[in-house]
C-alpha cells in the first residue's frame, strides 16, 4: 500500500515538475515579418471600409480617407503595415510621393462603378503599373462591391482593365514580367474578416 502511495506521489511531482518546466522555460513566440504596403485606388473604391474590416474596426467610425492613412493588418503568419492614399482627384497626382519603400500594392477598383469611374481606375492602374519604384512589385488588385447587382465579374474587369488574352484565368501570373493578381471583395459588414484575409493571403502569401 505504502509502495502505491509513493509511486503516485513520484508521478505527481514528475507530471508538476513537466508542467512547471513548459511554463517556465516557453520563451515569447518568434516575431512575425513585416511588410510594407501601398493601397490605392479611387475615392468610393472602398478602401478604407475594407481595411477597417480587416483590422476589425467598427463599421460605423469610417471616415472616408483624404490624405493618407496607416493600418497594420496583422496575418498569423505576417504582419501587412498599409499605406492608404486617398482616391479623390485632387490627390491622386500625389499618390507617387509616398511610394517609396513600399513592398507590395493593392489595387482596389469599384466592380459597380460607371463605365467613365471604370476608365480613370484603369489608368490609374496602368500608370500604378509602370511606375519606376512599383513596376517589379507584387500587385493585388481587388475588384470591390461585388454584392452589388451591377457588379462586374473579375474576368470582365480583367478584359476591360488589363488584357483580353487573360480572360480566362482568373489569377494571372504576369504582365511584362510583373506579378499580379486580381480577387473578389465585398466591404460591408456581413462579410467575413476570415474570408477577406484569406483573398489577402492567396494574393501575397
Known sequence: MSECIQLS???CRIGIYTCFRALCCK???PPRPEYDLVCIGLSGSGKTSLLSQLCSESPENIVSTTGFSIKAVPFQN???NVKE???ADNIRKYWSRYYQGSQGVIFVLDSASSEDDLETARNELHSALQHPQLCTLPFLILANHQDKPAA???QE???QCLCERCASQSLVPSVDSQKWAIRQSEAHADTSVVRQKSKIQ???F
Open 27 to 29: 520563451g515569447p513566440p
Open 202 to 204: 492567396q494574393g501575397f
Open 85 to 87: 492614399l486617398g482616391g
Open 157 to 159: 474587369i480583367i478584359v
Open 78 to 80: 505576417a504582419i501587412l
Open 9 to 11: 506521489f513520484a508521478v
Open 152 to 154: 462586374r465579374s473579375v
